[in-house]
């Protein structure tokens, strides 16, 4: 099995064509300006996102998944290799990923509905103290500038991401954050997270500002 690097899906892509056979299809699209990391990165995240929503299903190889009966390998610094598991061993990121989220208001980057999540009151990152050690994610922004996030986030623990936040951040920005109820394994989080970068992509034509 290859290293995740240098291309971090290539364990994966691996571990399917040892179970299903030598072949795969590709096809490739040029977007205006992708020569711009945080645009391209932006549209890929886009074009996951609407495969979610229009599939109902999850990409085989993204967000650091791999198939049932395969260990991933590490990176070639780290000189693990991965393969095929023994009988009755399992792996977290071979689970089923979160669904798609429902899309509800999702032009409405900064509203208290946005993408269906239960969002909490905005606050300034000043009063950034108390919060839940809990999984969710989160979204920063201007409030003179609420068009457009600042940044948006995932992580298992809330409290000690976004109190990170405060400290590297304007403490006038706002935030507010969203609990993920199935948010235990990292690949769910990320997958709700592609969904807010995907639809404020789609909202703004623009990622935020921070992100990438």
Known sequence: ?????????????????????????????????????????????????????????????????????????????????????????????TEPGVAPLPWTDADKPTGPSWMGLDWTEPESLAKAYGLPIEAGVYRIWDRKEPERLEYIGQSEDLKSRLYRHRRNRDEGLAFSYAIIDDGDAKHKREQVETDLIGAHWLATNSAPRDQF
Request: aromatic fraction near 8%.
């Open 1 to 93: 099995m290859p290293y995740t690097d240098p291309h971090v899906a290539a364990p994966s892509l691996w571990a399917v064509r040892q179970e299903y056979g030598p072949d795969f299809e590709v096809s490739v699209t040029e977007p205006v300006d992708v020569n711009q990391r945080q645009r391209r990165l932006a549209i890929e995240e886009m074009l996951i996102a609407v495969y979610r929503r229009e599939s109902g299903e999850n990409t085989t190889a993204n967000f650091g998944r791999i198939i049932e009966g395969y260990k991933r390998s590490g990176r070639r610094s780290d000189g693990f290799t991965g393969g095929k598991l023994a009988e009755g061993e399992t792996e977290r990121n």
